[in-house]
């Protein structure tokens, strides 16, 4: 039985229908440099992911220490220095955004190298499978134990397998809730038992997730369940370097005894050994696929062989469609990498990046809001005088209480009272990461009315620090019924 | 459907399928897997009919499920708690003087953002969204208050009302002197233009030194003899700048003729005692108060 060809099968398969079996794979472990890559790329993702939660940061007093914190009590995202307040989500959608960009730039550049290395789904399928062959052997050991009688052996190998899979499960679904939470705080009472029930919830989800996607649905997921493959192709064009089978050079392929000459044939001796590394069970002869994640062990696994066979390496390699159809291939392609396309992301990640990071080096520790009230815009009192209401918001992020006076600038002869406060300038306390509305009146005598710029007055409110004296300014207007 | 066709380039068996005459599908099978699943999607469906209220039955009523459960009652819950978070607010507003509520820092916000949401639901529709006011319709944030400005002046007037037929509304009228011929045609438009001179707004002095008299005679008794005002009766201040129905010479010549009146409701048994209190507190906050 060919194990290894999804197409065959269902040829052979008498009643093939609309819904099918599942074609178990048995990944094959690969050696070479793409290996060695997502053995690294492997260690550094999940060792954030998993140490992350427990670096510790300090902040000072009456503040979390953990380095990345998402706080979602205190509406607050905390990533060591940077703190990320509700309000300020837009730097989150502007992550966002640039990950999405970036993710187009990567696929227009060199095909689905999220999915192949860094997604998730893959890091941990392949953490899983790590473990099935620990326990289980590499593949041709486990599709002996497979299709072989329930043995003791079988079952306790089986069995193995599953703790390990939970255990790591556990562990996932374990790290994500310290995300949310201090950490050794909330590890003492997951265990204590009287950790809060969402954690509880989370946890179990995250359990069930990792071992169900990771361990047993695998290449499933990103076949059935993941948009992106579908989405990919949009992405790249005949200039992205996809990992592709040279057929101008392996055809017409077949087997070759050594010493053999190589004159009028292919390099591929049809040894099945791209196909048996491939997690997602394809042959990567077929052409560019769907369910290919590029994850690029095929390479290595054809690198071997041809080395074995004393043929050039690179049989399978990252190449262009442009080159695959050229009527002269050459071996070193040279990839155009300046294209409309992939000049377009890599300016939209500049531009965004930059917006981003402009807003950062302007963010205020100090936020001061005004908002000039309607209906009615202004207020003509009993001697004459005219009055606006406005609604001065002050924001302080600084990690202490802070003290402030408010005054104006740019407005002759105007006095202010701010409702609830007695005095010309009374000291406002705002005390650590809070916000303070204030209802302030702003009054121009009837004897200066004369000195308003019509029926609209620019002037500026003024934010005292009353420690250090600095001062925040805010643009307003004064409003009047204009000459008269 | 004839036997099995297998395609000749892939290998793959097509559908049996034929459009256009030869394009033909290859057959493709989803994962059994995933028939499942949506034949347990179907089963949790069906289980959540029975354990949740689903269906409307014929007598206008509907499936109430096996846990009881109602959103309606869930909702319930919720505001109960909200009700309860409030309460230690509640009753501090309950215990303090209005007088002393804009002090009180702590409790300004709550009051301020509660007599918000009430202005704009019970007072809105009148004097405007801010307190903006309309003809007929006291403008809230100014400093001239007919019946007083004060935050107890102000928590009075929204209780009893204004003619509003409340056992202790404030009431008083502007009498209706050319209508009901207490003053002929000129000496309405000499009183017109004495008001009008008041606020330095007058434009025929010798209309206005004859209204002088016709002021004293019919007006002064409420609006006081340098037209000052009463707020023990509700006559407003004919000093100042603002009016209520229009500071024009034909405005004038209208109130007085016509005379008037305007209608506020009284709330007092119609809000808690409590929201009368933060009502008149954010009235007061508007800017005019006394
Ligand atoms: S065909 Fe090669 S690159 Fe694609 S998924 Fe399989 S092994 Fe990875
Ligand atoms: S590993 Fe290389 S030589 Fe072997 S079948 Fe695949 S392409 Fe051919």
């Known amino acids: ?484 | 459907m004839t036997g099995k066709e297998i395609d000749s380039v892939t290998g793959v068996e097509t559908t049996g399928h034929v459009w256009d005459g030869d394009l033909k599908e290859l057959n493709k099978p989803l994962p059994r897997w995933w028939l499942y699943v949506l034949y347990a999607t179907i089963v949790w469906a069906i289980g959540y009919w029975i354990v949740y209220p689903a269906w409307p039955t014929l007598n206008d009523t509907y499936t109430k499920g096996v846990f009881d459960y109602s959103q309606r009652a869930e909702v319930g819950k919720e505001i109960a708690a909200a009700k309860e978070a409030q309460a230690k607010y509640f009753a501090e507003i309950a215990a303090t003087p209005i007088g002393d509520i804009e002090k009180n820092q702590e409790l300004l916000p709550f009051v301020m953002a509660g007599g918000a949401a009430v202005f704009g639901d019970k007072c809105g529709p009148c004097h405007g969204k801010g307190g903006g006011g309309a003809v007929g319709y006291p403008n809230l944030n100014d400093d001239d208050w007919l019946w007083g400005g004060t935050p107890e002046a102000i928590q009075h007037t929204i209780e009893v009302g204004i003619r509003s037929g409340h056992g202790e509304a404030r009431d008083m009228a502007m009498p209706r002197f050319g209508l009901d011929g207490m003053l002929k045609r000129d000496e309405i438009t000499d009183a017109a233009q004495f008001v009008l001179s008041l606020s330095g707004h007058g434009t025929d002095t010798a209309a206005a030194g004859r209204g002088a008299k016709i002021f004293t005679d019919n007006c002064a008794a409420c609006h006081g003899d340098a037209g000052k005002g009463n707020q023990e009766l509700g006559a407003p201040n004919l000093t100042d700048g603002i009016w209520l129905y229009g500071g024009k010479l034909a405005d004038v010549e209208k109130t007085i003729e016509t005379g008037r009146g305007g209608v506020m409701p009284y709330w007092s048994g119609r809000l808690d005692p409590v929201t009368l209190k933060m009502l008149a507190a954010y009235v007061h906050s508007l800017g005019g108060g006394k």
């Open chain 1, 1 to 484: 039985m060919n194990m290894m060809n999804r197409t065959s099968d269902l040829a052979a398969g008498e009643n093939a229908t609309a819904y099918a079996r599942r074609q178990k794979i048995y990944p094959k472990l690969a050696h070479g440099t793409f290996r060695r890559i997502k053995w690294a790329v492997m260690a550094v993702t999940l060792g954030i992911y998993y140490v992350l939660p427990w670096l510790r940061w300090d902040r000072g007093p009456n503040l979390p220490d953990q380095a990345f914190l998402l706080d979602f009590a205190n509406q607050r995202l905390f990533f060591g220095p940077i703190e990320i307040w509700a309000q300020e989500l837009y730097y989150i959608t502007g992550i966002l955004i640039l990950s999405a960009l970036g993710l187009f730039l990567v696929t227009a550049v060199a095909g689905r190298m999220w999915c192949g290395y860094a997604c998730p789904q893959t890091v941990w399928t392949d953490l899983m499978i790590v473990v099935e062959r620990f326990w289980q052997g590499d593949r041709n050991a486990r599709l002996r134990l497979d299709y072989g009688p329930w043995t003791f052996e079988k079952i306790w190998k089986k069995t193995g397998t599953h703790i390990t899979w939970l255990l790591i499960a556990v562990a996932t679904g374990g790290a994500f809730v310290f995300y949310f939470r201090d950490a050794p705080t909330l590890a003492h009472e997951l265990v204590n038992g009287d950790a809060p029930m969402v954690a509880y919830a989370f946890l179990g989800i995250f359990t069930g997730t990792t071992y169900l996607l990771g361990g047993i649905a695998r290449e499933q997921v990103c076949i059935y369940m993941c948009p992106w493959p579908r989405i990919q192709s949009a992405m790249y064009d005949v200039d992205s370097l996809l990992i592709s089978y040279r057929d101008y050079r392996g055809e017409p392929r077949g087997p070759h005894k050594k010493g053999q000459s190589w004159e009028g044939r292919g390099d591929c001796i049809d040894c099945t050994a791209c196909v048996a590394v491939c997690p997602m069970g394809i042959d990567i002869r077929d052409g560019s696929q769907m369910e290919c994640i590029q994850c690029a062990l095929c390479i290595d696994a054809c690198d071997e062989i041809m080395q074995r066979v004393g043929r050039p390496q690179g049989l399978i390699a990252y190449d262009t469609f442009r080159n695959l159809d050229a009527p002269v291939h050459e071996a070193r392609v040279p990839v155009r990498w300046f294209r409309p396309r992939t000049l377009l992301y890599t300016a939209l990640i500049l531009i965004v990046g930059g917006v981003m990071l402009t807003a950062w080096m302007n963010r205020a520790v100090l936020e001061v809001n005004v908002l000039h009230d309607r209906n009615p815009v202004f207020v003509q009192l009993s001697d004459g005088s005219l009055r606006n209401g406005y609604t001065v918001k002050i924001l302080n992020k600084q990690h202490a209480a802070r003290s402030f006076r408010i005054a104006i600038s740019g407005l002759e002869g105007a006095g202010m009272t701010i409702v609830g406060m007695s005095g010309p300038e009374p000291t406002i306390d705002v005390v650590t990461d809070d916000l303070r509305a204030l209802k302030v009146l702003v009054t121009v005598s009837a004897a200066k009315r004369g000195t308003l710029a019509g029926q609209a007055t620019p002037f500026r409110f003024a934010v005292i620090d009353a420690r250090d004296g600095s001062v925040i300014y805010h643009d307003a207007t004064f409003r009047g019924p204009g000459d008269e």
